[in-house]
């Protein structure tokens, strides 16, 4: 006879991660498309959509600059055990410009965020293009 264990902790941790990863990507997504697809939000004109970063969340907002206290903004919270470990952004930040969609300001240097679950350390890295779109996860 043997025995077997099965760690559910460690499912439970991969299964936070992963929808977390893709609450994020679809987040991106919806931001770049919001801003090149003319959405308004009940406004009388277009705008720019961004997305600002900090270690344990990531706040969606309408503008061409991020104010904190905007009560618009939607702030998404990780849980605990997940977080951003290296944002590469300029200024923690992703404007993705009206019309186009494209990135406000890219830096071909600085175009990365990388989320880590800090029980397992597994970590992702998304890529962003200068076109707004996704390029790679890995």
Same mark, same amino acid.
């Given at each position: 006879?043997?025995?077997?264990?099965? +760690?559910?902790?460690?499912?439970?941790?991969?299964? +936070?991660?992963?929808?977390?990863?893709?609450?994020?990507? %679809?987040?991106?997504?919806?931001?770049?498309?919001?801003?090149?697809?003319?959405?308004?939000?009940? %406004?009388? &004109?277009?705008?720019?959509?961004?997305?600002?970063?900090?270690?344990?969340?990531? &706040?969606?907002?309408?503008?061409?600059?991020?104010? %904190?206290?905007?009560?618009?903004?939607?702030?998404?919270?990780?849980?605990?055990?997940?977080?951003?470990?290296?944002? +590469?952004?300029?200024?923690?930040?992703?404007?993705?410009?009206?019309?186009?969609?494209?990135?406000?300001?890219?830096?071909?240097?600085?175009? &990365?965020?990388?989320?880590?679950?800090?029980?397992?350390?597994?970590?992702?890295?998304?890529?962003?293009?200068?076109?707004?779109?996704? &390029?790679?996860?890995?």
């Amino acid at each position: 006879f043997g025995i077997i264990t099965i +760690s559910l902790l460690t499912s439970r941790a991969k299964a +936070s991660f992963g929808g977390a990863l893709s609450v994020l990507v %679809s987040d991106i997504q919806q931001q770049q498309v919001k801003a090149a697809s003319f959405d308004t939000q009940n %406004s009388a &004109t277009t705008d720019t959509y961004g997305i600002y970063f900090t270690q344990s969340n990531y &706040t969606l907002f309408k503008g061409t600059t991020y104010v %904190s206290s905007d009560p618009n903004n939607f702030t998404v919270a990780f849980p605990d055990d997940i977080e951003f470990s290296n944002i +590469s952004l300029p200024t923690s930040i992703i404007l993705f410009q009206k019309q186009s969609g494209e990135v406000s300001g890219f830096d071909p240097n600085q175009h &990365t965020v990388t989320i880590i679950n800090t029980q397992t350390n597994e970590q992702k890295t998304i890529n962003i293009n200068r076109y707004g779109v996704i &390029t790679q996860v890995n």
